[in-house]
């Protein structure tokens, strides 16, 4: 530990790759946290029982602070580097928590959760960061994806742990379940004390004996000498030298040419994964199950839980494959599938539903139709298998890793805050669409996912395999609006290669001196 990280820790590199994915988790738990109390009496009271636009603001509260803690994160991961901004979102996160088991009004549980949000916001860019830097180019993808694995595990645990609780009569059946969510936080922030910085941003703050040896820690078994740890450290260096003299790191770099394009795929990506519906189906799914006529509090928790287990199922192959199917054909296929099974429940609900009253509220739903209750409950399952099979876990590893050292954390950052803005729209604005257009709702979203098919299919170029520093020669190729003409292999080069890119880069810098001294 005299490294001031484990090298026992940094030497394998799926520990050293996930643990800080328990920073996602907790944009999981947030999840569940509402999604689990929005049929729960005592919460209904305790908050003055919040119609649809009250209770759409109380949710968007958390995407609102999430907003304002990725943009932090541009400047916090640059000054303070990845590792303690990983550490200070945990304990953010403590604080947020607090503050939300302990709300008595309205007013303290929405600054309760904006706090919370601050921290999500915080993890959400950092963590696919960190990990982009710090993992190998073979599996990246893989472990970045993990990031939407820990998401989908804090929605379930969160979700059992409301579940048992809503058995309690009383407050307590949604203070204790608030209150037990700020442990996982306090485990990633004193546990990521003993994880390593990430290289990249020590080289790029002239620390680079500290990276070599964590590369090699992390790559080599510690041999410093490893073709991998070398390759990488070479690359890293002259990347960093290079983007040195392209000027100051500003958020004028990201409207420079070469640049903007990659920021409006990151943000749109981030965009599009939030307009594909996947938030009716997490942050309201209660609502949703009701509209197709499931009736009882318990049945549709229990239904609602199915759901929440195949998100985390159905994630696991993504994770496995992410790197071998590539991050394109994992984008195309689930935004069609996404699409096809919004536009069957939308469907189903007009054709079969009425505006109806449940616990007093004016609601479309579908009554004496059992067959078609079970065919939407159905197709919603399928809805979220196909989200958590491709757009979950590549919308948070393609941004993380298209973007040159010089940029990186702002971009990142600025794309998880478009992840936000949609967020916080569509948390505030489902409850009353449901409300007032009903099942028209469904064929929005359906809608939007045919676009991103459209988006995805001429702009977004592969990018699996490559170190982040290949990944420069992908975007060089040019095709803008033909991204199926970028291949898999552009990019790919050895250390030889690289040493040999890198001589001739400083002959050109020696013959272009000369000619100016003569």
Aim: proline fraction near 3%; aromatic fraction near 12%.
């Amino acid at each position: 530990m005299g490294k001031g990280y484990s090298a026992a820790i940094a030497a394998n590199p799926y520990i050293v790759g996930s643990f800080a994915c328990i920073g996602g988790g907790l944009f999981g738990l947030d999840i569940s946290s509402m999604a689990g109390v929005l049929s729960n009496d005592a919460y209904k009271k305790a908050f003055n029982f919040p119609d649809s636009n009250a209770q759409g603001a109380i949710v968007a509260a958390m995407p609102a602070g999430s907003f304002v803690g990725a943009l932090a994160v541009s400047k916090l991961a640059d000054v303070i580097g990845r590792k303690r901004t990983i550490i200070l979102a945990g304990w953010i996160w403590v604080i947020g928590s607090i503050l939300q088991c302990a709300s008595v009004n309205r007013g303290m549980l929405v600054v309760g959760r904006i706090v919370s949000g601050l921290s999500v916001g915080i993890a959400s860019a950092i963590v696919p960061l960190y990990q982009s830097e710090i993992t190998a180019p073979s599996i990246r993808g893989r472990l970045v994806s993990l990031q939407q694995w820990s998401i989908t595990w804090g929605i379930l645990i969160q979700y059992f742990i409301q579940f048992g609780c809503s058995y309690i009569d009383g407050v307590a059946s949604f203070r204790i379940p608030w209150g037990l969510q700020m442990i996982p936080a306090i485990i990633l922030s004193l546990g990521m004390l003993v994880f390593p910085e990430s290289p990249r941003w020590l080289v790029d703050h002239d620390r680079e004996t500290e990276a070599l040896e964590i590369l090699a820690d992390l790559h080599g078994g510690g041999d410093t000498n490893n073709e991998l740890v070398q390759l990488e450290f070479t690359e890293i260096k002259e990347q960093v030298r290079f983007e040195r003299t392209e000027g100051a790191k500003s958020y004028l770099d990201l409207f420079r040419p070469g640049i903007l394009r990659r920021v409006m795929l990151g943000a749109s990506l981030q965009m599009w994964s939030q307009l594909s519906g996947m938030n009716i189906m997490m942050y309201y799914i209660v609502y949703v199950f009701q509209g197709a006529g499931l009736s009882g509090r318990r049945g549709n928790l229990i239904a609602s839980s199915v759901q929440y287990i195949l998100n985390v199922v159905f994630t696991i192959p993504a994770i496995i494959y992410i790197d071998k199917w590539g991050r394109r054909p994992m984008l195309l296929v689930g935004t069609l599938l996404m699409g096809f099974w919004l536009f069957l429940v939308g469907g189903l609900q007009g054709g079969f539903g009425a505006w109806g009253d449940v616990d007093g509220d004016r609601v479309w739903v579908i009554s004496g139709h059992d067959g078609i209750t079970k065919a939407i409950i159905c197709f919603s399952y399928l809805f979220v298998c196909s989200f958590a099979i491709t757009m979950g876990p590549v919308s948070w590893t393609y941004p993380a890793e298209i973007f040159p050292m010089r940029v990186r954390a702002k971009a990142v950052s600025v794309s998880t805050a478009a992840n936000w803005v949609f967020n916080f729209a569509l948390a505030w604005a489902v409850p009353p669409g449901l409300s007032n257009i009903a099942w028209k709702t469904y064929f929005i979203f359906g809608t939007f996912n045919f676009a991103a098919f459209i988006h995805i299919l001429f702009m977004f170029p592969e990018t699996a395999g490559r170190t982040l520093e290949e990944i420069e020669d992908v975007f060089a190729q040019g095709h803008v609006f033909t991204a199926w003409n970028v291949k898999r292999h552009v990019g790919k080069k050895t250390l030889e290669d690289v040493k040999a890119d890198a001589k001739h880069e400083v002959h050109e810098v020696e013959s272009h001196d000369e000619k100016s001294q003569a």
